[in-house]
């Protein structure tokens, strides 16, 4: 810089030299190794000059508004990229809203499955009716059949009998155009409780599961015993 230019006064008395060597302070100081020494210095410059001007009074401390400067800068420049400013973040850890909207979350597929899912979800549900939505957001809402069904003034039968209607109702909606498949035996032609099929098995009112008679009686006794 020039002689001239180093002398050349400023407003409130300041001269380029004053504005330099504050610049090159504040630039040495700030810890911010996504910004250069020369750009930390600039940002530095262009602060320390703004503020000599846009100030009715002598501004103190010209270092200082150019530090603030820099922390400034290189806290957007961190959010821009992911970081969070206000805590150490390890290497490969994004900020969770950056996160959210940028990464795919590991093993959930691609981030244009994850946007479809969640149109096809929002389709699904729209499609159902006021009480058939009502069943599968109370069981949610409460986390057991039991608790639901009472929330809802219904028998615990009566529950679970609409939870299945609404369960394949929702099955077809998200698979259609394709047949969804039902429920099928164990590979060994035996219920979960290893009862033979075969011989105590035969297909529900609607065809899409077996069931086991054995099961269900001894369901029917247990009901019994807790009734007694």
Not at 123 to 147: K, P, R, S
Request: with cysteine.
């Amino acid at each position: 810089m020039s002689l001239v230019a180093n002398t050349a006064e400023l407003a409130h008395g300041f001269t380029m030299a004053d504005v330099d060597r504050a610049a090159r302070i504040a630039a040495s100081r700030a810890k911010a190794p996504m910004l250069g020494y020369d750009e930390r210095k600039d940002i530095a410059w262009m602060a320390i000059v703004e503020a000599i001007y846009a100030s009715d009074e002598r501004p103190e401390n010209l270092g200082q508004i150019g530090f603030t400067a820099i922390s400034q800068e290189a806290t957007d420049v961190q959010r821009h990229h992911g970081k969070l400013s206000y805590r150490k973040l390890e290497r490969d850890e994004w900020a969770p809203h950056f996160a959210i909207y940028w990464r795919a979350v590991a093993g959930s597929g691609s981030f244009s499955e994850q946007v479809e899912e969640r149109v096809a979800l929002g389709q699904v549900l729209g499609a159902l009716t006021a009480e058939e939505y009502d069943v599968i957001a109370t069981l949610a809402a409460f986390g057991n059949h039991a608790a639901a069904a009472e929330a809802l003034c219904l028998t615990r039968t009566t529950f679970t009998t609409r939870l299945m209607r609404v369960r394949r109702k929702i099955n077809a909606l998200w698979l259609a155009p394709e047949t969804p498949v039902g429920p099928r035996k164990r590979a060994d032609g035996k219920c979960s409780y290893g009862h033979d099929l075969d011989e105590h098995g035969y297909q529900s009112k609607t065809r899409d599961h077996t069931l086991c008679r054995v099961c269900l009686r001894n369901a029917a006794r247990r009901r019994r015993a807790r009734v007694a």
